[in-house]
T-cell receptor
Framework: DTGVSQNPRHKITKRGQNVTFRCDPI?????LYWYRQTLGQGPEFLTY????????KSRLLSDRFSAERPKGSFSTLEIQRTEQGDSAMYLC????????????FGPGTRLTVL | AQTVTQSQPEMSVQEAETVTLSCTYD???????LFWYKQPPSRQMILVIR????KQQNATENRFSVNFQKAAKSFSLKISDSQLGDAAMYFC???????????WGAGTKLIIKP
């Protein structure tokens, strides 16, 4: 296993379009996290899953955002009716459950909304 | 609400010298974890070092060590014998013992001068 993977790495879209990103975690990990990082800032938490259950969502995750993790494996993050303010790097991380376990990050998907 | 502050947007150090990056945080919790992550230009976050709040001993990982001052809510990272490969954005992050979302500082850009 080579780590957390994310696809696509880059996405350019026009305002108002829908986009979907995919994250494949490290296979043994049961927790999966999504973060958003804008240029020059630290990441901001969006949501996380334990297995297929979405356990927490940030207030940043508006109604236009939805995340799923069917079967507790890969996850998708969909943004509907994209806005220019959605332009950011979307990071995925995975970990074992347990307070001490490290989150391993993927390379991110950079979204540009024109 | 918990916050993490990195007051140095950019630091530079001569190769082979030592540099210290600062981080302060605000929390009313007693059990938590603190992290330093490195994000090289390729943008994948890598964990550098971790500190459990209940541990009095400062964490060390090879050339990387922390100065954890719980009462002062300070968590600085010292990099000894700086190498060109240390050039990156460094983020300080906080997590409660019972909550898995990471709260991040804005980052410090570390420049290594050859």
């Amino acid at each position: 296993d080579t780590g957390v993977s994310q696809n696509p790495r880059h996405k350019i879209t026009k305002r108002g379009q829908n986009v979907t990103f995919r994250c494949d975690p490290i296979s043994e990990h049961n927790r999966l996290y999504w973060y958003r990082q804008t240029l020059g800032q630290g990441p901001e938490f969006l949501t996380y899953f334990q297995n297929e259950a979405q356990l927490e969502k940030s207030r940043l995750l508006s109604d236009r955002f939805s995340a799923e993790r069917p079967k507790g494996s890969f996850s998708t993050l969909e943004i509907q009716r994209t806005e220019q303010g959605d332009s950011a790097m979307y990071l995925c991380a995975s970990s074992w459950s347990g307070a001490q376990n490290e989150q391993f990050f993927g390379p991110g998907t950079r979204l540009t909304v024109l | 609400a918990q916050t993490v502050t990195q007051s140095q947007p950019e630091m530079s150090v001569q190769e082979a010298e030592t540099v210290t990056l600062s981080c302060t945080y605000d929390t009313s919790e007693s059990d938590y974890y603190l992290f330093w992550y490195k994000q090289p230009p390729s943008r994948q976050m890598i964990l550098v070092i971790r500190q459990e709040a209940y541990k009095q001993q400062n964490a060390t990982e090879n050339r990387f060590s922390v100065n954890f001052q719980k009462a002062a809510k300070s968590f600085s990272l010292k990099i000894s014998d700086s190498q060109l490969g240390d050039a990156a954005m460094y983020f300080c992050a906080y997590r409660e013992d019972s909550n898995y979302q990471l709260i991040w500082g804005a980052g410090t850009k570390l420049i290594i001068k050859p």
